[in-house]
T-cell receptor, first 115, second 115 residues
Framework: GAVVSQHPSRVICKSGTSVKIECRSL??????MFWYRQFPKQSLMLMAT?????????EQGVEKDKFLINHASLTLSTLTVTSAHPEDSSFYIC???????????FGQGTRLTVV | AQKVTQAQTEISVVEKEDVTLDCVYE???????LFWYKQPPSGELVFLIR??????QNEISGRYSWNFQKSTSSFNFTITASQVVDSAVYFCALSEVLATDKLIFGTGTRLQVFP
């Protein structure tokens, strides 16, 4: 399958700082990328959908100003957690797909710990 | 509303046993996709299968097989002759093609295979 690379895999930051997570499609151009959040031993919850060159569509309850998503190119989307707090500690995972009606491939995930 | 239910939270088996992971879904759409993903301890999501709502044929891939029954809205996953490497969390997911194509995940089933 296609390769989606997510970086960093782990990050620890201080409360109040911002953290940027990158999601790259390595061998294909992703028209759409998805960002999910997973709490320990729980399911994945979609945070937002981003299409290249346009604003992201956020799910209900997800703060747009806190979780900034940028999809500037067909191979890169970034998620910035602004003014992070301990409750933002979680596993963030992105997925990317080429076209509708094709499966999305997932990155390795980023474990964020805010101290 | 769309919903995916994986009633089995954890399953433990001994190597070489067969194990079936249940998945029941709810959707109002007639066109949709169903997925299974594997999440090993490392965290990444590994795509296992995608099945569209018009294809009810069962599928077999090596030790893995899937039983899709629209009449009971179920998409069960069976691992034959389980191995220790099969230990992971398995997620069933639903995507409504005519909507935003986001994946709605079940809560996952943690499978532990003991030697």
């Amino acid at each position: 399958g296609a390769v989606v690379s997510q970086h960093p895999s782990r990050v620890i930051c201080k409360s109040g700082t911002s953290v940027k997570i990158e999601c790259r499609s390595l061998d294909f151009q992703a028209t759409t990328m998805f960002w999910y959040r997973q709490f320990p031993k729980q399911s994945l919850m979609l945070m937002a959908t981003s299409n290249e060159g346009s604003k992201a569509t956020y799910e209900q309850g997800v703060e747009k100003d806190k979780f900034l998503i940028n999809h500037a190119s067909l191979t890169l989307s970034t998620l910035t957690v602004t003014s992070a707090h301990p409750e933002d500690s979680s596993f963030y995972i992105c997925s990317a797909r080429v076209l509708r009606d094709t499966e999305a491939f997932f990155g390795q995930g980023t474990r964020l710990t805010v101290v | 509303a769309q919903k995916v239910t994986q009633a089995q939270t954890e399953i433990s088996v001994v190597e070489k046993e067969d194990v079936t992971l249940d998945c029941v879904y709810e959707t109002r759409d007639t066109t949709y996709y169903l997925f299974w993903y594997k999440q090993p301890p490392s965290g990444e999501l590994v795509f296992l299968i995608r099945r569209n709502s018009f294809d009810e044929q069962n599928e077999i891939s090596g030790r893995y097989s899937w039983n899709f029954q629209k009449s009971t809205s179920s998409f069960n996953f069976t691992i034959t002759a389980s191995q220790v490497v099969d230990s992971a969390v398995y997620f069933c997911a639903l995507s409504e093609v005519l909507a935003t194509d986001k994946l709605i995940f079940g809560t996952g089933t943690r499978l532990q295979v003991f030697p």
